[in-house]
């Protein structure tokens, strides 16, 4: 077993968003954290560890926030601030892997799963939501990753337990993924059967309703597409949009407008240089015929 870490874990990821988007409409009312905590009836010190995501916020209280913010009758948004506020780190199937991996895989993974949209680019291999059993297995025993079993085990069963916001009842995710053509040429010589297996997986994924595939074809110009992997996640109301610049043990989180604003820009261009979602399932099929 891996040891359990013994630092303190921060706050839930949905906890600190919470703290965060209060803090930005206190902002937005151009209120002081002092003032603020006065008109609501408590200290700096409890306003400070809300808008961290330190302190569980009941819906009256979020209510009365708002309230004073100037945001009126949004209960919508009373609910999922006050769900986010009180959300416990192990609350999903990812509770088990707390303190086994690193914070900012498990950031990703719960952000994912509240997600309703999904856009991901991916310059080098299958997106992880669409990757299949084998191919995640030879992609965390490669070389590339930590000579550790266990921990490759570990990554390689959250990566496929992900996969479960495509087909969740009632509301699946809806996935739009650019994968360069580039990736579908490769090739493990100690498995052959690999990318068989996982462009088997691609057709038939590209058939669901709620996941568009693109493939960005090998000519494309390099200075067209994105050479970092990235994953735009958007939300119900209230969350505003997150970018993930990917890794495989996480990402590097940027949340501010213009920045995401831009990346989505990014994505839209590699897209419109892309083959269209019915071409792209053709030429899928295409390498599917001519694998091995």
């Known amino acids: 077993m891996l040891p359990m870490t013994q630092k303190k874990l921060p706050p839930p990821v949905m906890r600190r968003r919470a703290g965060s988007l209060l803090r930005s409409y206190r902002e937005n009312a151009d209120l ?15 306003q400070g560890r809300i808008e961290r995501g330190i302190y569980r916020v009941s819906q009256d209280d979020i209510r009365k926030m708002l309230e004073l913010y100037g945001i009126h009758g949004d209960e919508e948004a009373v609910r999922e601030l006050a769900a986010a506020s009180n959300e416990s780190a192990k609350a999903g199937w990812w509770g088990s892997y707390v303190g086994q991996v690193s914070d900012a895989l498990l950031d990703f993974v719960v952000l994912e799963s509240k997600s309703r949209k999904i856009r991901v680019q991916h310059p080098a291999i299958i997106p992880g939501l669409l990757q299949a059993p084998q191919y995640v297995r030879e992609i965390f025993n490669s070389p590339l990753h930590p000579d550790n079993r266990e ?21 699946p995710v809806h996935l739009h993924a650019l994968i360069s053509e580039a990736a579908l040429l490769h090739r493990f010589p100690k498995a052959p059967g690999v990318m068989k297996e996982q462009l088997r997986k691609l057709a038939d994924d590209a058939g669901q309703a709620n996941i568009t595939i693109q493939i960005v074809p090998v000519d494309v110009p390099a200075y067209a597409a994105a050479n970092q992997a990235m994953t735009i996640l958007d939300f119900r109301h209230p969350w505003p949009p997150v970018v993930s610049i990917d890794s495989s043990l996480g990402g590097n989180f940027l949340e501010k407008s213009a920045e995401v604003d831009d990346l989505g820009v990014v994505f839209d261009r590699i897209a419109e240089l892309a083959l269209s979602a019915d071409e792209s ?10 694998s091995f």
């Not at 003032?35 to 010190?45: I, M």
């Open 32 to 46: 002081g954290p002092g003032v603020a905590a006065k008109r609501l009836g408590w200290d700096s010190t409890r």
């Open 151 to 171: 921990l490759s085990d570990m990554l390689s069963a959250i990566r496929m337990a992900r996969q479960e916001v495509l087909h969740r009842p009632g509301s």
């Open 281 to 290: 399932r053709e030429r899928i099929n295409t390498h599917l015929e001519e």
